[in-house]
């Protein structure tokens, strides 16, 4: 049985794609996939599925290992072995408003997607806030005054910039992370170890 690589599917496929290529695999296969959500490849089966349900299945050992973001990671601190960064998906947690933005004396509130990690954020702080929690395109929320701020992932800074929106605190800092099922990495590990070994940035070379 081929390992089973679960990969989060949008801007981090393209980048582990294009990883992938450099060590020297073959992307033909899953740049071709059409609408296919799991696909084989002469050394693997990779699934494509959204970040947090790439961390359920491999969680659930469906998937052996995962290419998942270290947001997703904080977020959902799913009960996996988290191996190591990958060199791509570098973005930042960060707090934004709208640029010139004047605080009223309330309760502020905060939209996220990262309901959990805006949580504990504030927690530290010592501040009490309402959170808001959406699914995407959290950046319409201080636009059309839904929330006084929003807590989401940075990584160019177009998004904030295209609507009018400033960073005003940065405060976690994360990339790409191959991560793997607990049992699958003892019970398969012969067949898991090159693999992981290839994928490690620092390691590729070594045994
Ligand atoms: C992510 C994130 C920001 C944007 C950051 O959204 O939530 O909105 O990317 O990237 P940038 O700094 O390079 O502009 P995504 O496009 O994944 O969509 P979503 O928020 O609607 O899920
Ligand atoms: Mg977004």
């Known amino acids: 049985m081929k390992p089973v690589i679960a990969l989060t599917k949008g801007r981090l496929e393209k980048q582990f794609l294009d990883y992938y290529q450099s060590l020297g695999y073959d992307i033909a296969p899953l740049t071709d996939k059409g609408r296919k959500l799991r696909v084989d490849t002469d050394d693997f089966q990779f699934i494509f599925a959204k970040g947090p349900d790439v961390a359920t299945y491999v969680q659930y050992g469906i998937a052996d290992l995962g290419i998942v973001g270290g947001d997703i990671l904080a977020e959902f601190q799913p009960d996996v072995f988290d191996l190591f960064p990958l060199p791509f998906g570098a973005c930042r947690m960060a707090v934004a408003t709208e ?7 309330g309760k502020k509130r905060i939209a996220s ?8 954020f504030y927690k530290e702080k010592g501040e009490s806030v309402d959170i808001i929690k959406l699914e995407g395109s959290v950046e319409l929320a201080p636009i059309l005054g839904l929330a006084d701020a929003i807590v989401d992932i940075v990584e160019t800074g177009n998004t904030l910039k295209e609507n009018g929106l400033v960073v005003e605190e940065e405060f976690m800092q994360f990339s790409a992370r191959l991560i793997a099922n607990r049992s699958a990495l003892k019970i398969k590990r012969e067949a898991l170890k090159s693999v992981i070994a290839k994928l490690n940035p620092n390691g590729g070379n070594t045994h």
């Open 99 to 105: 640029a010139g933005k004047v605080w009223s004396n």
């Open 113 to 120: 997607k990262y309901t959990g990690v805006t949580k504990a």
